[in-house]
């Protein structure tokens, strides 16, 4: 599917700059809020479809509440997370502090209803480093030969909270704060089966559904599934699907959580790095047989509504 951006400008002035053949776009003319105009919501919309993770520079003037009120014109917010519930209800701070995500993930796949995209804002950040980078799931999928689509086609895995992928890296030096917050991390416990190739619920692409959350594939051991787990990661990690993100003051990124997988870039030494995430509710994955994920262990409906998206094209 190509979303067409054969005219990429607003009334309004907003604009359109694609940075990558497979990811990524910078979209200018925009002071994110709760009031902007349907034309401008529109075309942030369908960008984030066809560009998958979207960025935009001087949002200075956003706070807690207007960023809230940017959310929920592009959906339902969740609460902040499904067991990370002492930060704050609606906004889940990144803060370098409780740990460093330097891992590749896809956000909360362990539930049922994955969120189907995140708001991301600086808050504080490290005078160098701390970068962040998205890949594609949807171009992982495109460029795999055709024995690989029809193996990871019938394939499932299961996804758990089993750690707190936010401190995976940090195990040399886990303070006070990083293990209290991995505690909270697996105070509940979930699992839950999703299909390896989902379609994607608004433009039926079919993407890869994979990621640090992955415990093993259903039917195979556990050295076969790290096998074919590395093989598939380093499809999805490929540089020509990826985009890097070097975050300045007042930055804001979007990214579609349904076609994407990201990593925190942990070059910062032992400086503060801090960033506030709102998260939109997503729809329960499907297959490409029709086939929906399937709860083992743990209810997220206290987390957020299952999302009832609408198709955009074919």
Known sequence: MSIDFAHPTTATGASVVKLGAHIGARIDGVALGGGLDPATVSLIRQALLEHKVIFFRGQDHLDETSQYEFAQLLGDPTTA???????????LPIDSEYGRANSWHTDV????????AS?????????YGGSTTWASTVAAYDALPDPLKALVENLWATHTNVYDYAAAGAEKDVDHDTEEYRREFQSTYYETEHPVVRVHPETGERSLLLGHF???????????????????????????????????????????????????????????RRLGRITLAGDVPVNVHGERSRIV???????????????VAG
């Not at 796949?109 to 189907?116: G, N, Q």
């Not at 262990?297 to 009832?308: E, K, L, N, V």
């Open 81 to 91: 997370h499904p067991t990370v519930t002492s930060r704050g209800d609606r906004i």
């Open 109 to 116: 796949t362990f539930v049922d209803r994955i969120p189907k």
């Open 119 to 127: 708001i991301l804002r600086a808050e504080l950040l490290p005078s």
């Open 214 to 272: 992955v415990k093993s594939f259903v039917g195979l051991g556990a050295v076969e599934s790290q096998a074919l787990f590395n093989l598939l990661q380093a499809r999805v990690t490929r540089l020509e699907n990826t985009t890097r993100w070097n975050w300045e003051a007042g930055d804001v990124a979007i990214w579609d959580n349904r076609a994407t997988q990201h990593y925190a870039v942990d070059d910062y030494d032992g400086q503060r």
């Open 297 to 311: 262990t743990g209810d997220a409906s206290h987390y957020s509504s299952i999302d009832q998206p609408v198709r």
